[in-house]
Structures are given as C-alpha cells and as structure tokens.
C-alpha cells in the first residue's frame, strides 16, 4: 500500500486563512491590528530569503509586519536597544530575531532580552521552560507545524509510540515536549543513539530532524507508520540542485502509513505557525480568548 503524502502546503493556506479570519475580527470588533516585527543583522542571503517571505505572508493575513535591517556589524548594545524599543511597542504584538545571528553577537543573550508574551520564536528560556513544564508558552514554530500535521492526521495522538530523531534546541527537544504533552509515549533519538533502525521500528509516529539527506530508509519503519519530515537538504540534481528530506521519500512511502514530502510538507508550516504565534501573542496581551487550533 501506498502511504497517504500529507499536503503541508494545503494545511499551511488553511492556518493563514484562519489566523486571517481571526485578524479581521480583532480589527473590526477590538480595533486591534496584530504587529509582528522581524530583525534582521547582516546580509545572509537565505536569512534575506526567510526574512521578505515572512513580511510578505504577514501583510497577506492582514497584519502589521515591520522589518528592521541593521548592517552585520551591529553592536550588541544597539540590537538590545531595539529589541528593547520593539518590546515597548504595542503595536508589536510579536518579536522574531532572524537567526544565526553574525558570531560577535551572544544569540542567547539577544534571545532572553526578548518579552517571552511577544516571543514568537519560543526561543526564550522562560518559553522553554513553560514548555517543559506544560505550562502556557509561545512554541517554537517548526514543531508546532510538526503537532499540528500530525493531530490533522491522526485526531488523537494520545498512547501512541513516537521517536524524534534530533535533539536540537530549535525542533528535537521542543517536539518532544510537545507530543509528551499530547501523551504520546517519546524516544528521543541522536548521534550516538544504538541501533536507530531498530528504534524507529517501534514507532507509530516518527519525526525525523537531523539534516542528513535521506537518512532513513523505508525498512526501518513500522508498517502504518505516521512520518513527518522536517529536514532540508541540498543534494546535486540532475540540471540544479534539488531538495531531499531525512528520510527515503521514495522507499518509505511503500511502507508508512502517511507521510510529509519535502518540499511541500513541514517547511511551509512554519511561517504560517509564525502568524498562529502572533496572533496567540495579540489575543494573550489584551486578554482575549485565544482562536481555537492554532496553539499547542
Ligand atoms: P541540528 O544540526 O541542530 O540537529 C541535528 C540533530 O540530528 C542533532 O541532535 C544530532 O545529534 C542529530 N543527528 C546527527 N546525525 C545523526 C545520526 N546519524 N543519527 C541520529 N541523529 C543524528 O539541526 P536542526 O534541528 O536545526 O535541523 C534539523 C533539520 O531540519 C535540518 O535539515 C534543517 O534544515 C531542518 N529544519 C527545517 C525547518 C523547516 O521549516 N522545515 C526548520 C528548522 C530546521 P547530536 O545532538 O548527537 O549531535
């Protein structure tokens, strides 16, 4: 049987359409316009890239997006004046800092200057730890996408046998947490994890966040299997480069029970799951009810 390939490129246009249809009703009952401000230090060219692709989504849901440019050797003291300014604001409702940020500058210092209520990312360690702990917090928005696929998919997540291979800050450990917290049963998976195939075999659900091209095949899966592909990878192609996940789309499709392609899977979630961040971030600030779906 041929596994279901679960269109995270549809599922993202309908949490825009929905943060969008909530941000119309704050403007027009609350007088409200949700802001999200992005930061940007340096020229990298894929952060160029994240960065005009954010902006422009946010105008799209209506919102207000402004965008702060500052050349790559900006001084530590002057990103945390903005980031203070920005903080301040209340018509920045959401703060997202674009990562990596050039190496003079201390990311985790930049990062925890930030109003954890305005911290979009869910990089903040009080975030983090709100987020271990099972408490309300901003999610980080990758693994946010990942829960939201995968409850879309699935209904209740609760009892099921899940893995995380990759223990980043950014996606492994913030996923495991969130499908702890919907009850699942977690393995945490990483580099000097023994046996891995054997490991993933047990997995009703796998979520796969390395950055290895096609790392795992489709013998390791468990027949039925759920499988959400987080990884982006440039491998050489046949006229240009082309993108591959972690895992072998081709041989585990014949295996999985559904599963994310890469492009077109995780990687459009994670904009939209910005927006659902802002306006969760707008709706907490002024004490509104939260829109239903698009929070952990
Ligand atoms: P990191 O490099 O920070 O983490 C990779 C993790 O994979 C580490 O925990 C590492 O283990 C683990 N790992 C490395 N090799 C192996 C192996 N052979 N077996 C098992 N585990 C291994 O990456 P990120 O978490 O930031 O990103 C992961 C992937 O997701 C990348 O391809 C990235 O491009 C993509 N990504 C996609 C996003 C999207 O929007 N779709 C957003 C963010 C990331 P250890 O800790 O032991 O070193």
Request: net charge negative; with cysteine; charged share 25%.
């Amino acid at each position: 049987m041929t596994a279901k390939t679960i269109d995270g490129k549809a599922f993202a246009a309908e949490v825009r359409a929905k943060v969008a249809e909530h941000v119309a009703r704050l403007k027009e009952e609350h007088g409200i316009t949700p802001g999200l401000a992005v930061v940007l230090v340096g020229e990298d060219p894929a952060s160029q890239v994240y960065v005009r692709s954010k902006g422009k989504q946010t105008v799209e849901v209506g919102m207000a997006s402004f965008e702060h440019k500052l050349p790559a050797e900006t001084e530590e003291a002057d990103l945390v004046a903005l980031i203070d300014q920005l903080n301040a604001d209340p018509e920045v409702h959401g703060i997202l800092v674009q990562l990596p940020l050039p190496s003079h500058l201390n990311e985790d210092l930049v990062i925890n200057r930030i109003d954890p209520a305005k911290d979009v990312d869910g990089f903040h360690i009080s975030n983090v730890g709100r987020l271990a702990t099972g408490q309300k917090a901003m999610v980080p928005c990758t693994p946010l996408g990942c829960l939201m696929l995968l409850r879309e998919e699935l209904g209740s997540l609760s009892g099921r046998d899940a893995v995380v291979i990759g223990r980043s800050n950014i996606v492994g450990k913030p996923m495991a947490q969130l499908l702890l917290g919907d009850s699942c049963t977690v393995t945490i998976a990483h580099s000097r994890t023994k046996d891995l195939a054997e490991v993933v075999r047990r997995a009703d659900i796998v979520v796969a966040a390395v950055g290895r091209p096609e790392m795992v095949p489709g013998d390791w899966l468990k027949p039925g299997a759920t499988v959400i592909d987080v990884g982006i990878n440039r491998v050489p192609g046949d006229k240009k480069p082309r993108l591959v996940g972690d895992v072998e789309f081709a041989s585990a499709r014949e295996v999985a029970g559904a599963i994310t392609p890469v492009p077109g899977g995780v990687g459009p979630m994670t904009i939209a799951c910005l927006l659902a961040n802002t306006i969760t971030a707008c709706c907490r600030a002024n004490g509104l009810i939260e829109p239903e779906g698009l929070t952990a």
